[in-house]
């Protein structure tokens, strides 16, 4: 019954019958996910229950959105997630890039310095900080920078993070996922061990941790273990892939009512921003987020045995603890990649009609190639893919709203790549 399901959509015995071996070995692992996803499942549903979300919380508001119920009640729910005093969850705010930049503008003034103690920042932050020049930039306000690497074998360079605190340094930032580096995704238990750290060089110190991809892949988060401010985007991970725009930003209320005034006005902060009609996705999602979220964790766990079986190299690997879910593969040929990409598409219940193909991107020397067949535009929280057409010709992919979406997805990347010749099982 199952197989011929499959086979009707695509998939050939062989790879059927090789997933379902590769499966066999994962249900220790999967089990886990599954009690991971349940602690944070009861969590959000008791921050909505305390804070007596109901029907009018759902509707929305427009014009000034003076007293809009949902959009505040929504904030607490978040807040108590979280664990923090307060937050700010908008769909004014257009992306994790704006998210962050408003976090960041918002508490650091002229004459400070921001730290990055794991290296380089995600790319579109480069611009936000004026690493590469851009108008408006924290360099262009009179914010410098500092950042110290890590060290080579992906762990905190402790000596170096303490030269680099000074007088001036004001804001720490801590990226929690590798994004698209080859450096390894943080623990919420590592990240409090660099937070007690720089906070013990420096009381005092304001930290921020740009939480993307990480929601919900454990049960406690950044801002329970230190951070002022936890940030992220509403079309990743915590949007549960029904939320159709939006970001957050959890901390303390000394820093959030500043991320109010600098999102807003100041004077005006919180008081303002009509919900429109998008309350209702951004209660579901965050509901069902901690299911989506394991289900993109099975995925990513699923695709690195089953490409690690046939003998490539994967990041993280087949049995590492997970705390994002972000899966790169090296296939080490274009054809590879393209065809990897082909498979995901084809796999999509949107656009799946559609052939993926390298082009060139503004910002980016190779050409890159993209796979995404998505109910929310740009939503990595569905199953996508991406990769630079360039050694090694690594494929980073995440996402799948459902586990069988995920699994679906990875059998007919494997299908393109098996029906080409490039890859033998
Ligand atoms: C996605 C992401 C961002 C930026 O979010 P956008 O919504 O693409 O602007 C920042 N940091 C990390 C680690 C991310 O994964």
């Known amino acids: 019954m199952m197989q011929k399901q499959y086979?009707?959509?695509?998939?050939?015995?062989?790879?059927?019958?090789?997933?379902?071996?590769?499966?066999?070995?994962?249900?220790?692992?999967?089990?886990?996910?599954?009690?991971?996803?349940?602690?944070?499942?009861l969590k959000v549903?008791?921050?909505?229950?305390?804070?007596?979300?109901?029907?009018?919380?759902?509707?929305?508001?427009?014009?000034?959105?003076?007293?809009d119920k949902g959009r505040d009640t929504l904030e607490r729910v978040y807040?108590?997630?979280?664990?923090t005093e307060t937050a700010l969850v908008r769909p004014h705010i257009t992306c994790g890039t704006h998210a962050l930049a408003v976090a960041l503008s918002a508490n650091l003034l002229p004459g400070d310095e921001l730290l990055s103690p794991v290296g380089k920042p995600y790319d579109t932050l480069e611009e936000v900080i004026g690493i590469r020049e851009s108008a408006c930039s924290l360099k262009e306000m009179g914010v410098s920078y500092?950042?110290?690497?890590?060290?080579?074998?992906?762990?905190?360079?402790?000596?170096?993070?303490?030269?680099?605190?000074?007088?001036?340094t004001k804001l720490v930032t801590i990226q929690r996922s590798k994004g698209y580096q080859m450096r390894p995704t943080f623990s919420v238990g590592q990240i409090g061990e660099l937070i007690a750290f720089v906070k013990k060089v420096k009381p005092g110190l304001t930290v921020m941790v740009d939480n993307c991809y990480g929601e919900f892949t454990e049960t406690i988060e950044p801002s329970e273990v230190g951070a002022d401010m936890v940030v992220g985007s509403?079309?990743?991970?915590?949007?549960?892939?029904?939320?159709?725009?939006?970001?957050?930003?959890?901390?303390?209320?000394?820093?959030?009512?500043?991320?109010?005034?600098?999102?807003?006005?100041?004077?005006?902060?919180?008081?303002?921003?009509a919900s429109l009609s998008v309350m209702v996705n951004l209660y579901q999602g965050f509901f069902l987020s901690p299911n989506v979220v394991a289900g993109a964790l099975k995925g990513a766990i699923f695709a690195a045995n089953l490409y690690e079986r046939l003998g490539f190299e994967v990041l993280p690997n087949g049995t590492e603890s997970r705390h994002d879910i972000i899966q790169s593969i090296r296939l080490g040929s274009r054809e590879r990649l393209i065809a990897f990409c082909e498979g995901i598409q084809a796999a999509a219940p949107v656009d799946s009609y559609v052939t993926p193909v390298p082009s060139s991107i503004p910002g980016y020397d190779d050409e890159v190639i993209m796979a995404a067949g998505a109910f929310v535009q740009g939503a990595s929280i569905e199953l996508s893919a991406d990769g630079p057409v360039r050694e090694p010709y690594a494929v980073y992919f995440q996402g799948g709203l459902t586990w069988h979406h995920a699994k679906f997805g990875i059998l007919m990347s494997l299908q393109k790549l098996y029906e080409k010749g490039l890859v033998s099982l």
């Open 7 to 41: 086979e009707r959509l695509g998939v050939s015995p062989a790879v059927y019958r090789l997933g379902e071996q590769i499966l066999k070995g994962l249900g220790p692992r999967f089990a886990e996910i599954d009690r991971t996803a349940e602690v944070n499942q």
């Open 45 to 67: 549903l008791a921050a909505m229950q305390k804070n007596g979300v109901d029907a009018a919380c759902l509707s929305g508001t427009t014009g000034y959105g003076h007293d």
């Open 79 to 83: 807040a108590d997630v979280f664990g």
């Open 146 to 168: 500092r950042q110290v690497d890590l060290n080579p074998d992906g762990s905190f360079d402790y000596e170096g993070i303490r030269q680099a605190i000074n007088d001036k």
């Open 234 to 273: 509403l079309i990743k991970n915590p949007g549960g892939g029904l939320a159709p725009v939006g970001g957050y930003i959890a901390g303390t209320k000394k820093c959030i009512d500043r991320c109010h005034y600098r999102l807003t006005a100041p004077g005006i902060g919180q008081d303002v921003g």
